[in-house]
Every structure is written in structure tokens, then in C-alpha cells.
């Protein structure tokens, strides 16, 4: 990268996968903030900015780099014209900056962004709102979900639960040959931003609900949609049609995975799987995975479909809609490959990038 810093430069190493990784130390807060870009073979690279406190600031580079790489199958699946890219901001402690402590990170993060011509486009990520996306925009044009009072699309959790819900009809045409969710029942793990809003289109659509999280105060939601509500401990083990894993991600392991009793898991919640083989330990007890980086992109379909490519409401609800063709290309393919969907979805993105070279 030949662009000049305003700041040092830690790291701008040559990485075999990715097409660029910086880190550099913002010059007004002196936090790390890692920049990798996996690819821009399909467009200009979208993706998040994690802010998040990290023991050793080498973990916070690892994890760019491994969150850039899905968003380059993210944005692949979704069809988009983007490559994949993420930011992650190491905060020393679990303190959450606020205040002008804020507005200088955030600024440092615009100015790396800036820095990058144009090659990432950055989005909120866990750590980040759509409000700290217009205090970036004050320092560079290459950002999307700023609220909609400053000209963003704001808030793209209601797009991301559209998705799943509609990756939830192919999901149960796979495992009861039918796509219709009304009778069905869906245990959904975390009633956030997006969980919340899958519940709701959920019950709206006739299908039975048993919900947890960890913040009780999300009961008053079960209530009204007169869900069951189980302890957030029993959550796997709850018998179900469908798990809707919409809280953090790695909670599928080799210690998680036998205790479920369900047919199939499919959610919002990014990076589900702790590590690849995984997805071979749920194909084994026959249940069914579909892969998070399909399922979940809703919100970046929507987001920059407003933003960069101004396209209708219209034309995004097909976009969106579209997530369910994927996926049944995906299970298509896995069938066929006698692989799992992991593998298949993996395959599917790598050819579309191809195709973009
Ligand atoms: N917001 C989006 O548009 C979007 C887009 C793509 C992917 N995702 C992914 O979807 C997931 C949810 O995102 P969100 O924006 O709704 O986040 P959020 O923080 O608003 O919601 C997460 C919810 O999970 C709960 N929770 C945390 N740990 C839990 C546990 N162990 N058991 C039960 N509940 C638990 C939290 O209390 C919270 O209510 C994340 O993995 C996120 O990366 C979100």
C-alpha cells in the first residue's frame, strides 16, 4: 500500500490469502486498529468494524483476517459486487470508550479507511452502531449504515431477520419437503437486535417459538408472543424443528453439538461453527446446518444496495428473497458432492469469485 499514514504503521505484511493487512496505531487514541482486505475480485471490499477488547493485539489481526475471508463468501452468496473485508479496533480493557475517548477512535478508524482509497467499505460489527458510522463519515465517504436522519440506511437488523426467516423456508422444503413454517417449531437463542425481530416475523408466520437469552429483560418479548421461554443453559438441548442461533457465534462445538435435538440449525448468528470440521460432526447426526455466511446476509444485501447502488425496496426484497435460492443451490451442491452444506457454500462463493477475476 503506498497511500501515506497520518500515523504509524505497525504491520503491512504480505498475507498468502488476503490482498492487503494493515495495522496501524491511531494517532489521536493510540489503540491497533487491523485492516484486512481478503479480496476485491468481485468490487470494492464490504464489511464490518469490530471494536473489541483483546488480551494480545495480534488476536484482534487474526480475527480481521479471518473475518474478512467470510465476508468474501458472504458477499459472493449474496451475489453482491463486493469482495470481503473487516476492521477490528483492539480496546486494551473491557471498558467500552464513550465520549470524545470515542470520537477519536473513531476518527482514526475513518482516517484508516480513508487511507484505503475506496478498496474497503466499512459497516457496523459488533462494538459499532450505525451512529458511530456518521461520526466515521466525518473523516471519510467510504462508510454504509449511518442512521437515516444522516443519510444512511440505518439500522439493518430487520433486513438480516427477513433473510433468515426466508433462508428458514428453504431450510424446512429440505427437511419436510414443504417451505411453510406455520406448525413448525423454532428455538430461537437470543433476542437482540435481530433475534427479536425473527421471533416476531416467526410467530407472525404461525410457527411455535421457544426463546432464551441471557438479558431477562427480553422475557416481556416472550410473553407478548406467547412463547415458551427456556434457561439459557437448556437452550441446545430443547427439542425443536429448527435451532435459531442469534446470539454470538461459536456455539457449535464437538461438546455442543450431541447434545442437540433438533433437525436442523439455521440463524443469523455469525461464525457459529468453532471450527471447520464441525460442520462434518452435525452432518454425522444427520441435522441439517445451514451456513451462517448465507443465511445472514440480509442486512449487507439491503445496506449497500441502498447506498451504493441506490436500488428499490423492491428489487431488494428479491435480493433478499434470493437467499433462499441460494441456499437450496447449497444444499443442491452438498447433496450432490456428498459433502456438507459448509463445504458446498464454500465451493459456490470460491466459484463466483472466480468468475470475477
Ligand atoms: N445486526 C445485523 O444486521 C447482523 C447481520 C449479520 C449477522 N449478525 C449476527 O447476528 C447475531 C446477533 O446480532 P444482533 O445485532 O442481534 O446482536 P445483539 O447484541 O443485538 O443481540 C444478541 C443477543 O444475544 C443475547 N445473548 C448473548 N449471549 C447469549 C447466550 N449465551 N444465550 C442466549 N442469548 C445470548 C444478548 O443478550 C442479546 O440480546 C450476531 O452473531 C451478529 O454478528 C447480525
Redo the contacts with the bound molecule.
Keep these: 500500500m503506498t497511500t501515506a499514514f497520518p500515523y504509524a504503521l505497525v504491520a503491512d505484511a504480505p498475507n498468502p490469502s488476503h490482498e492487503l493487512v494493515q495495522v496501524v496505531r491511531g494517532r489521536r487514541s493510540s489503540l491497533a486498529i487491523s485492516i484486512a482486505i481478503h479480496s476485491t475480485s468481485l468490487g470494492p471490499a464490504a464489511g464490518g468494524c469490530r471494536i473489541a477488547h483483546y488480551d494480545d493485539p495480534a488476536a484482534a489481526t487474526a480475527d480481521a483476517l479471518r473475518l474478512a475471508a467470510a465476508m468474501t463468501e458472504k458477499n459472493a452468496l449474496a451475489g453482491l459486487p463486493h469482495g470481503g473485508a473487516k476492521a477490528v479496533v483492539a480496546l486494551p480493557t473491557a471498558a467500552r470508550p464513550t465520549g470524545a475517548e470515542r470520537t477519536a477512535l473513531l476518527h482514526d478508524l475513518g482516517d484508516a479507511i480513508e487511507s484505503l482509497g475506496g478498496s474497503y467499505i466499512a459497516g457496523p460489527d459488533?462494538g459499532s452502531s450505525p451512529a458511530d458510522m456518521s461520526v466515521i463519515g466525518e473523516r471519510t465517504s467510504h462508510v454504509c449504515c449511518r442512521p437515516v436522519e444522516d443519510g444512511g440506511s440505518g439500522d439493518?437488523?430487520l433486513h438480516?431477520a427477513r433473510g433468515t426467516v426466508t433462508a428458514l423456508g428453504a431450510v424446512a422444503d429440505e427437511i419436510f419437503g414443504v417451505p411453510e413454517l406455520s406448525g413448525r417449531t423454532f428455538g430461537v437463542?437470543?433476542?437482540?437486535?435481530?433475534?427479536a425481530h425473527v421471533a416476531r416475523l416467526l410467530d407472525r408466520a404461525g410457527a411455535r417459538l421457544v426463546v432464551?437469552?441471557?438479558?431477562p429483560a427480553?422475557r416481556s418479548l416472550a410473553e407478548e408472543l406467547g412463547a415458551s421461554w427456556v434457561h439459557?443453559d437448556d437452550?441446545l438441548k430443547t427439542e425443536v424443528d429448527v435451532l435459531v442461533p442469534?446470539?454470538?457465534?461459536g456455539l457449535l462445538t464437538k461438546h455442543t453439538v450431541p447434545l442437540l435435538r433438533c433437525a436442523a440449525v439455521a440463524g443469523?448468528?455469525?461464525n457459529q461453527l468453532d471450527e471447520p470440521d464441525t460442520a462434518r460432526l452435525l452432518a454425522a447426526r444427520g441435522i441439517l446446518w445451514a451456513p451462517d455466511v448465507v443465511v445472514?446476509s440480509g442486512?449487507v444485501i439491503h445496506a449497500t444496495g441502498v447506498e451504493l447502488r441506490q436500488e428499490s425496496e423492491e428489487l431488494l426484497t428479491e435480493r433478499i428473497r434470493g437467499i433462499a435460492l441460494t441456499l437450496r443451490q447449497v444444499f443442491r451442491m452438498a447433496r450432490d458432492l456428498q459433502t456438507t452444506p459448509a463445504f458446498a457454500a464454500g465451493q459456490l462463493a470460491a466459484q463466483r469469485v472466480r468468475g470475477g477475476e
Design positions: 459488533v439493518s437488523s438480516t437463542i437470543g433476542l437482540g437486535a435481530v433475534g432464551t437469552d441471557v438479558n427480553t439459557p437452550a442469534a446470539a454470538l457465534g443469523p448468528a455469525n445472514s442486512g
